[in-house]
């Protein structure tokens, strides 16, 4: 069983919410960094975040707003702001912070899922964190906009992309070379960019969810 709770983060004097569910016993704690234009209700990312505390039972999940309403209201007008990779990943630490400050999560391990350029801002997030960030899952994510702080990485990276999202699986291949030795590239056949097709999200989760037991709750 778990407790939900919507939760607010001071973040470079702005103030993002979150929604924080966290199981009994549980071992890691997986921050969601949603993808351009998205937010904490992305289905994606909530249908994910369900199975990973369904299936482990032994990780909690918060998934967060990266921009303010107002932000957002800025961004639908420019669409500038979902590309604000260092922005997006000061976001993403300050929300680690949080966690590992907060009585309830500070005594769980982190590891964060990004997808799109959520994955990019996770990706600098752990490499400027890299005490604190035990795991990282990108889904159809792009890698690439993390830029020179792919080689600062240390936590192990699991990168998800679809079999016929073809520009983005090149990225994430060039991405891997300059990512730590346990990085792992697993192609979903058959999936774009979203993951729409039947069976291609399950696949996500199951793949998420087996890399954060293993990273985190000390799984196999």
């Known amino acids: 069983m778990s407790v939900g709770e919507t939760v607010r983060i001071e973040a470079g004097g702005a103030r993002i919410e979150g929604d924080l569910e966290i199981p009994e016993g549980a071992r890691g704690i ?32 918060l998934l967060i707003d990266l921009l303010t309403e107002q932000e957002e209201a800025e961004d639908a007008r420019t669409g500038l702001l979902r590309f604000d990779v260092g922005l997006l990943a000061g976001r993403v630490e300050a929300a680690t912070r949080w966690l590992l400050d907060n009585p309830r999560t500070r005594g769980l391990r982190v590891g964060y899922f990004g997808a799109s350029t959520g994955a990019a801002a996770a990706l600098v ?17 792009r890698p690439d906009l993390a830029g020179e702080h792919l080689g600062r990485v240390r936590a192990p990276v699991l990168l998800i992309v679809g079999g016929r999202d073809h520009t983005v699986l090149e990225l994430n291949r060039e991405a891997m070379r300059r990512l730590p030795p346990q990085t792992r590239l697993e192609v979903v056949p058959g999936a774009t960019h979203l993951f729409e097709e039947p069976g291609a999200l399950e696949e996500v989760a199951r793949l998420a969810a087996r890399w954060f037991a293993r990273h985190l709750a000390g799984g196999r």
Request: proline share 4%; net charge positive.
């Open 125 to 141: 997030a752990a490499a400027r964190l890299p005490e604190a960030v035990g795991a990282v899952v990108s889904r159809g994510g």
């Open 30 to 61: 997986v921050l969601f960094a949603h993808g351009s234009g998205s937010g904490r209700h992305s289905p994606r990312n909530r249908f994910v975040a369900a199975r990973l505390r369904e299936e482990s039972l032994l990780l909690g999940t």
